[in-house]
């Protein structure tokens, strides 16, 4: 079967560095989406891994391991707009996005 | 680039009642678009993927012939809610993914915030 978990809320202080994992099982893969969304709008596009690593674009970070079907999404120098949630969501084997539940993450000043 | 909306963002309607939401690529041609539902703190349900010229794929449980969608060209698709109920209100968002030097990255329109009275 496919499953996709995410811890439900994290909180975090601005300034500081946050790591929201996302972990999956699936027997077809295409890829791994991190999605970041505020509430009542939709989601916004941050990053895809399709091959393990690390991905780097600024302040945001996401990392990939196909093996241990574990992805990461890193956030830096935390603002306080960053509150928001964050969806991570892989590719299956017919190219549909698997979402999780998201991640909801608190910026404390 | 990769622009989609959404409209309109806000609908009351009545009981009873149909609702037309439309979801257009504004710079590239969407091959495939996506309807989901989301409701309050709940991630994205997704209720039907549809391509450009072909009828939509509906998802498990989701009622075809109440959530009429349209894709009738590459920029445009339509979702029509049939005589809506209270339990219909919630979040629609559509994404779309699609164009020139295709990526499967999903470029989602605003949403629209359904209510049903």
């Known amino acids: 079967g496919q499953n996709i978990d995410q811890p439900t809320e994290m909180t975090a202080t601005e300034g500081a560095i946050v790591q929201i994992n996302c972990t999956y099982q699936t027997s077809g893969f295409n890829g791994l989406f991190w999605y970041q969304q505020h509430a009542g709008e939709a989601p916004t596009f941050l990053s895809y891994?399709?091959l393990d690593g690390l991905e780097e674009k600024g302040r945001f970070s996401s990392f990939l391991s196909r093996s241990k079907g574990y992805s990461y999404l890193l956030l830096k120098e935390l603002q306080m707009k960053d509150s928001a949630s964050y969806l991570c969501a892989f590719m299956d084997s017919n190219y549909q996005l698997i979402w999780g539940a998201g991640t909801k993450l608190i910026i404390k000043p | 680039g990769a622009v989609v909306s959404q409209h309109p963002s806000r609908v009351i309607c009545k009981s009873g009642t149909s609702v037309k939401i439309e979801c257009r690529s504004l710079?590239?041609?969407?091959?495939?678009m996506f309807w989901y539902r989301q409701f309050p703190k709940k991630s994205l349900m997704l209720m039907a993927t549809s391509n450009e010229g072909s009828k939509a794929t509906y998802e498990q449980g989701v009622e075809k012939d109440k959530f009429l969608i349209n894709h009738a060209s590459l920029t445009l698709s339509t979702l029509t809610v049939t005589s809506a109920h209270p339990e219909d209100s919630s979040f629609y968002i559509c994404?779309?993914?699609?164009?020139?030097?295709?990526?499967?990255?999903?470029?989602f329109g605003p949403g629209t915030r359904l209510t049903v009275t």
């Open positions: 994404s779309a993914r699609g164009g020139q030097g295709f990526t499967y990255e999903q470029y």
């Open positions: 891994n399709v």
């Open positions: 710079d590239f041609q969407a091959t495939t």
